[in-house]
């Protein structure tokens, strides 16, 4: 949004800031900023937001059926979430990114002190104000949710194999095998959706667009020392807790940097020690600390369609920090795609050729 490119520098000079950059990294990452700035116009933040309502407000239906009768259905909540701040002055209610959620239909309420210690007895007298989103879904255990959904789709008749993709063997405009480390896959029809590592699979097609990474850090706390009942967004220290199975999941951070540098494991540490400020009482012992990579287009948007110069191979990648949300959605609009059906959601706003980048160009 604007607020974000007005506060970047703000945000690179401060050594608690959630935005991370490594600067040996800046030359290659500068076009993608460049492209990052143009879309944070107000014109263009409307036009994206009104696209990514698109797929977010239809992502819960369409789990719907795949969780129905599985374990994900218990993984699957419905309480809410919770941003809160510590100071009433630090939330503006009339700001740029409130807003935009009220035109897109958003549902959110403004709470105090005492509404807030009703959501999580745990809240009570630590924040001055909070802004609660009564219809957000959330998961209590994202890996245990998915490979439930991957048992679904074995159980009825899918196949999952793990290999190293190494490339594609073409002809007449048509992907006829994918290459692994395992052999060759024949294929009717290909799907790239392999989150940051997508870019290198296009490429091999003979096309681009400019995926970057944002990497995540966090930290999962088996026994943190107290309970929360929702998810909740420290948004003074830039950093979230959510109820997770066994513990919270405290999560934070976006780091850009390349796919491939090593993790600095200093900053899910320092999410713990940004958390206390606020929880004092909150334990870390046994920590598990992780670092993850998100797949970042410059406008936001995933990227969904036909690949250029093959019209049997799709892409289904660039979701950012919403690719669980938007994950089944996703997989639905290419099913459709593939099937010649009209699709859910429009897709324009998604194809891959909004950015016109051709490999080696």
């Known amino acids: 949004t604007p607020d974000v490119i007005r506060s970047l520098p703000h945000l690179l000079r401060d050594p608690e800031s959630p935005l991370v950059l490594r600067m040996r990294y800046l030359p290659r990452l500068a076009p993608w900023m460049i492209r990052f700035a143009l879309n944070s116009r107000p014109s263009r933040v409307e036009a994206i937001s009104t696209a990514l309502y698109s797929l977010m407000s239809r992502g819960l239906d369409a789990f719907r059926p795949l969780v ?31 807003r935009l959620r009220q035109r897109r239909g958003v549902t959110y309420e403004i709470l105090d002190d005492t509404a807030m210690a009703r959501l999580s007895p745990a809240f009570a007298g630590r924040f001055e104000v909070g802004i609660y989103f009564p219809k957000a879904h959330w998961t209590a255990d994202p890996q245990a949710f998915t490979q439930t959904l991957l048992a679904s789709f074995v159980a009825n008749g899918g196949r999952f194999e793990r290999a190293e993709v ?22 009717g029809a290909v799907v790239i959706a392999a989150g940051p590592w997508s870019r290198g699979l296009l490429r091999r097609l003979g096309s681009d667009v400019p995926l970057d990474v944002e990497r995540g850090y966090g930290a999962d706390l088996p026994d943190p020392g107290f309970k929360i009942d929702v998810p909740i967004v420290l948004a003074d220290v830039h950093s979230a807790l959510t109820p997770h199975r066994t513990g919270f999941r405290l999560a934070g951070y976006d780091e850009l940097a390349s796919i491939a540098a090593p993790a600095d494991m200093r900053l899910p540490q320092r999410l713990i020690r940004s958390a206390q400020k606020v929880f004092p009482e909150l334990r870390a012992d046994g920590a598990a600390f992780w670092m993850r990579r998100r797949p970042a287009t410059p406008d936001s948007l995933p990227v969904i369609g036909r690949a250029p110069r093959f019209p049997n191979a799709y892409l289904a990648f660039g979701h950012g920090h919403k690719g669980l949300c938007m994950g089944a959605i996703t997989g639905k609009l290419v099913q459709q795609l593939m099937d010649g059906e009209p699709t859910t959601v429009d897709v324009a706003p998604f194809r891959p050729t909004r950015f016109h980048v051709v490999a080696g160009l």
């Not at 190494?166 to 994918?178: A, E, I, K, N």
Request: no cysteine.
């Open 68 to 98: 129905a009768g599985t374990e994900a259905e218990a993984i699957l909540k419905n309480r809410g979430h919770l941003y809160a701040y510590r100071r009433r002055d630090a939330l503006d209610p009339d700001s740029f990114d409130l």
């Open 166 to 187: 190494r490339g594609f063997d073409t002809s007449d405009g048509r992907v006829l095998q994918v290459r692994t480390d395992n052999g060759a896959v024949a294929t």
